[in-house]
């Protein structure tokens, strides 16, 4: 009677946690991260349990790494077969992690995380469902802080694992591994034991296997315990800043970067959060940002130098550029050429704009405006072009004196770097006629002695 106690105490305490973090609504269609070990089992069998109470439909992932042999085809076995007992929709995946490591340059365990969430987002998209529940408890989460501690982080990774993040729920954070094994023993379900878990590889591994077991035995007993009520505290606490910075955060950005003037006011713990909220508004995420990555950010936004860049993981670049901060992809430049038909149309599909050519008499009263210029045909000696910048490149503006490059225009007109290749160009050669919506030249301009004009409209497409 004790046991049974005990293991409904534990029910109790997971629909608890699920109520007050929101995980769940009516309705919901969760996907299951399901490996087969303990705390996969006991979770999919808690939520079998609790789906007619909060009125839910379940469906299995396993993701076999095929790293571990037969054990491996063991676990993806019993996974099936538990899934068929319970008659719960099972999906499993077979991927060579390892395989997947050396081609993107990732660590096993990171690739297998990549390969995870992978599966378990084809299978949200196929079954039309919202919510996907992973099985971490409290002593990971004790596990996930010390590590998060030993390298460094701040007050964000010492919060540790978040009960839900977007549409990812955690039902069993509040549980204790010993709890969950309890729980399993009790209800039979013979989950299956990954023989690495046993061995002090990894730094999770030693961590699990090594530290917090002699800290339990010789420093605090309580620590799983004392470390997950301090990330929820953490956690708090983060977020309260996290909003405070977001505030800040829309009133300096301007055109996809933030003002360097309106950043440099506010304190560092607002400065830190809004850089790594850059990053992931360009990236989507903030895996392989580290804190030193954002205080090298801090220290280039510090010296101000329009042009100075700095390189970040991920094919990223943060870059100063007249006054403002940048967080860019490294994308590969992609050139553009093509010849200007004279009459015709050319559509720069890249671009979304259309070149349209027209040869007409000089009648006078010919005007140009920035989306249109009028050129001198019977000066135009040679082929033109529309394509974007190349080296050497120059032109003879208007209202100057001499010829000026390419690339000087626009440092002068504070271009952007990132810009300059998508700008286009109506050209000769190596001389530019139009730099369109920046310049164009003085030469092959109409006068009285004109008779036979090109107009030459840029327009969006």
Sequence with gaps: ?????????????????????????????????????????????????????????????????????????RDEEFSKNFCEKLN???????????????EKGL????????????CFNNVLKEINGNKIALAHNKNDQAETIIMKFLRGSGLKGLSGIQPVRDNIIRPLLICSREEIEY?????????????????????????????????????????????????EILNDENEYIEKEAL?????????????????????????????????????????GIENLHVEDCLELIERNQTGKMLYLPKNLVAEISYGKFFIKRLDTKKDFEYILKIPGILRLDELNLVVKTELLKNHGNLTDTPFIKYFDYDKIKGGLVVRNRKEGDYI?????????KIKDLFIDKKI??????????????????????????????????????????????
């Excluded at 379940?58 to 571990?68: D, E, F, P, S, T």
């Excluded at 990954?194 to 620590?223: C, F, G, H």
């Excluded at 933030?258 to 790594?276: C, N, Q, S, T």
């Excluded at 730099?435 to 030459?456: C, Q, S, W």
């Design 396 to 404: 003879f503006p208007k209202g100057m004196k001499g010829k000026k």
């Design 416 to 461: 952007p770097r990132d810009e300059r290749d998508s700008i286009p160009l109506v050209a000769i050669g190596k001389e530019v006629l139009w730099v369109y919506g920046i310049r164009d030249t003085k030469n092959y301009k109409i006068d009285e002695h004109t008779k036979n004009v090109l107009k030459i409209t840029i327009e969006r497409g």
């Design 1 to 73: 009677m004790i046991k049974r106690k005990k293991v409904m105490f534990m029910i109790d305490k997971v629909l608890s946690y699920i109520n007050k973090n929101s995980m769940i609504s009516n309705g919901d269609k969760v996907v299951v991260g399901f490996s087969g070990g303990p705390d996969s089992t006991a979770l999919l069998h808690i939520l079998y349990r609790l789906k007619d109470e909060l009125k839910i439909s379940l469906y299995a992932v396993h993701v076999n790494h095929l790293i571990r042999g037969q054990e491996a085809f």
């Design 107 to 118: 660590s096993s365990e990171e690739a297998g995380r990549i390969a995870r969430y992978e």
């Design 88 to 102: 719960i929709p099972f999906y499993s995946f077979r991927i060579d992690v390892t395989k997947m490591a050396k």
């Design 247 to 287: 505030k800040y955060y829309e009133d300096i950005k301007d055109n996809g970067g933030i003002i360097v003037e309106g950043f440099k006011k506010l304190h560092v713990a607002l400065k830190r959060r809004i850089i790594r909220q850059l990053i992931k508004d360009v990236k989507g995420d903030l895996n």
């Design 183 to 231: 729980y399993c023993e009790h209800n039979n379900l013979q989950p299956v034991i990954d023989s690495t878990n046993k061995e002090a590889i990894y730094l999770r591994n030693k961590v699990r296997l090594e530290l917090i077991p002699y800290i339990i035995k010789n420093i605090n007993e309580n620590v799983v315990d004392n470390l997950f009520k301090m990330a």
